[in-house]
């Protein structure tokens, strides 16, 4: 595949070339407040028409789980027309071994099809007063770019802020790269997420949120990552009202490529397998038809696929 091999043999230069790209489209889309089919509000995009939809979750430097998954999705055809959507659910970079190969990718993804790509953010594309582990990108910058290191780890931070944080397709799924927020927050809140981050918990529960069974109120507990909260079904059932989905899809945790949590309400979705061996990466593809069809995430898992890896 050319984009492979262009991700592969990107020099600098190359590298600052692309994030620019990449950074120019999601600014544009954000003061045009719309994308072909939606609408975007800040962090948040809600995408009404479409045709077809693919998710890939979180690929953590697997850019060879990525490329099997773009050539199975016949990327070129399928990201041509405006109106079929790739959705990435975040964590792109950090524990696999070419973080720099997926950014690399994705940005092209991005710049050459705007309004066929959302780059949602994951909680390894947080902001850096969120101190957390793992983080090994800046280490790969460095071998691969030496001197020029710094200017492209910076510029990479500034587009992690313009990320997507949460979408909605067609008011049957919520896609966030973690979890929902426990505390009351509106719609609007999480657009601006981002924004309030240092005020506000909803940034931080939008990436770092691992859904759990919690009966009792509140419908949350402390997460043992540190950052972020376990949330129960009542945020769920809250959030899915809320938004009018019928079906949070989200990352964040590896599994054998999906998970339904909360009886139906919660898919978790992970797309990498390098720096998880024992687990299984998978993605989502189906038309409009079949979204219309779903009702809950038993429905949805029917359009799991498992990249064939060789
Ligand atoms: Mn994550």
Same mark, same amino acid.
């Given at each position: 595949m050319q984009l492979e091999r262009s991700a592969a043999k990107a020099n600098a230069p190359d590298?600052?070339?692309?994030?620019?790209? $990449?950074?120019?489209?999601?600014?544009?889309?954000?003061?045009?407040? =719309?994308i072909a089919g939606g609408k975007v509000n800040g962090g948040?995009?809600?995408?009404?028409?479409?045709? @077809?939809l693919a998710v890939v979750s979180d690929l953590h430097g697997d850019s060879k789980s990525l490329f099997r998954?773009?050539?199975?999705?016949?990327?070129?055809?399928?990201? =041509?027309?405006?109106?079929n959507k790739l959705v990435f659910l975040g964590d792109y970079v950090d524990r696999g071994s070419d973080s720099m190969g997926v950014m690399y990718a994705v940005c092209h993804l991005k710049s050459t099809y705007p309004d066929s790509v959302v780059l949602m953010r994951?909680?390894?594309?947080? !902001? *850096?007063?969120? !101190?957390?582990?793992s983080h090994n990108l800046p280490y790969e910058i460095?071998?691969?770019?030496? =001197?020029?290191? @710094?200017?492209v780890y910076q510029r990479l931070l500034s587009m992690f802020k313009l990320l997507t944080l949460a979408t909605v397709v067609r008011q049957k799924l919520l896609l966030v790269h973690g979890g929902l927020p426990t505390e009351n927050a509106t719609m609007e809140?999480? $657009?601006?997420?981002?924004?309030?981050?240092?005020?506000?918990?909803v940034l931080e529960e939008l990436l770092w949120n691992d859904p759990r069974q919690i009966d009792i109120e509140p419908g949350w507990e402390m997460s043992r990552r540190g950052l972020g909260r376990h949330f129960g079904s009542g945020v769920s059932r809250m959030w899915l009202q809320r938004s009018g989905a019928k079906v949070i899809v989200r990352g964040h945790e590896p599994c054998q490529g999906f998970r339904l949590d909360h009886d139906g309400a919660v898919m978790t979705l992970f797309s990498c397998?390098?720096?998880? !061996? @024992?687990? @299984?990466? *998978?993605?989502?593809?189906?038309t409009a038809g079949q979204l219309d069809d779903i009702n809950d995430a038993r429905d949805l898992s029917r359009y799991v696929r498992f990249p064939e890896l060789l």
């Open positions: 590298f600052l070339k692309q994030i620019g790209l $990449a950074l120019g489209a999601l600014q544009a889309e954000r003061q045009k407040k =719309s948040l995009v809600e995408i009404q028409k479409l045709e @077809k998954i773009l050539s199975e999705l016949n990327y070129e055809q399928f990201l =041509s027309d405006p109106m994951g909680n390894h594309e947080a !902001p *850096a007063e969120f !101190p957390f582990s460095e071998e691969r770019f030496g =001197s020029c290191s @710094k200017e809140s999480l $657009a601006t997420a981002q924004e309030n981050h240092i005020r506000s918990r397998k390098e720096a998880y !061996p @024992k687990f @299984k990466a *998978a993605y989502l593809a189906l």
